[in-house]
């Protein structure tokens, strides 16, 4: 009896020291890749639009600056994937407007500061973030670039 005891008190010590389980490939968060839109990925009629990265030129996000209805575009992993406009918040300086797809797996939050505007153009300059969820991993992206008609 008492070696029953000894060798389960042994168990139970051996199970406390061993350092936890590393956590498996569903736990870990996972990343994603946001690449720039080609011109015919972009099927918007009207006042577009168009967000870059920060310093950069190319588009990688693109959407209808409606109000109500609004469609956009990304491209994710090598998918071109379409949003519809799921709210819209702010006033003329500051805009928040988030995007899903049908099967929200995809979310975007859009958070703009309005900049200069160009009448000649019909144009008006924006910055801000975007903050892209994916598949439950989120990244958050500087970007810039406006609203044209």
Same mark, same amino acid.
Not at 15 to 23: D, E, G
Not at 36 to 56: H, K, M
Not at 123 to 133: D, H
């Given at each position: 009896? *008492?070696?029953?005891? %000894?060798?389960?008190?042994?168990?139970? #010590?051996? !199970? !406390? /020291?061993?350092?936890?389980?590393?956590?498996? #490939?569903?736990?870990?968060? &996972?990343?994603? =890749?946001? &690449?720039?839109? !080609?011109?015919?990925?972009?099927?918007? &009629?009207? /006042? +577009?639009?168009?967000? =870059?990265?920060?310093?950069?030129?190319?588009?990688?996000? !693109?959407?209808?600056?409606?109000?109500? @209805? $609004? *469609?956009? %575009?990304?491209?994710?992993?090598?998918?071109?994937?379409?949003?519809?406009?799921?709210?819209?918040? @702010?006033?003329?300086?500051?805009?928040?407007?988030?995007?899903?797809?049908?099967?929200?797996?995809?979310?975007?939050?859009?958070?703009?500061?309005?900049?200069? #505007?160009?009448?000649? =153009?019909?144009?008006?300059?924006? #910055?801000?973030?975007?903050?892209?969820?994916?598949?439950? $991993?989120?990244? +958050?992206? &500087?970007?810039?670039?406006?609203?044209? /008609?």
């Amino acid at each position: 009896m *008492k070696r029953h005891v %000894f060798l389960a008190m042994t168990l139970v #010590s051996l !199970a !406390a /020291c061993q350092s936890p389980a590393a956590p498996t #490939s569903a736990a870990r968060s &996972q990343s994603f =890749s946001v &690449q720039a839109l !080609a011109e015919n990925d972009i099927q918007i &009629q009207g /006042c +577009t639009r168009t967000l =870059s990265r920060a310093g950069a030129t190319d588009t990688i996000f !693109a959407e209808d600056g409606v109000d109500q @209805g $609004a *469609k956009g %575009f990304i491209r994710i992993d090598g998918q071109l994937i379409t949003v519809g406009l799921t709210a819209n918040a @702010g006033d003329e300086q500051h805009t928040t407007r988030n995007f899903a797809d049908a099967n929200h797996a995809v979310e975007i939050v859009e958070s703009l500061t309005t900049g200069a #505007s160009h009448e000649e =153009s019909d144009s008006v300059e924006e #910055s801000g973030a975007l903050a892209i969820t994916y598949r439950g $991993a989120t990244q +958050t992206i &500087q970007v810039e670039g406006g609203v044209a /008609c």
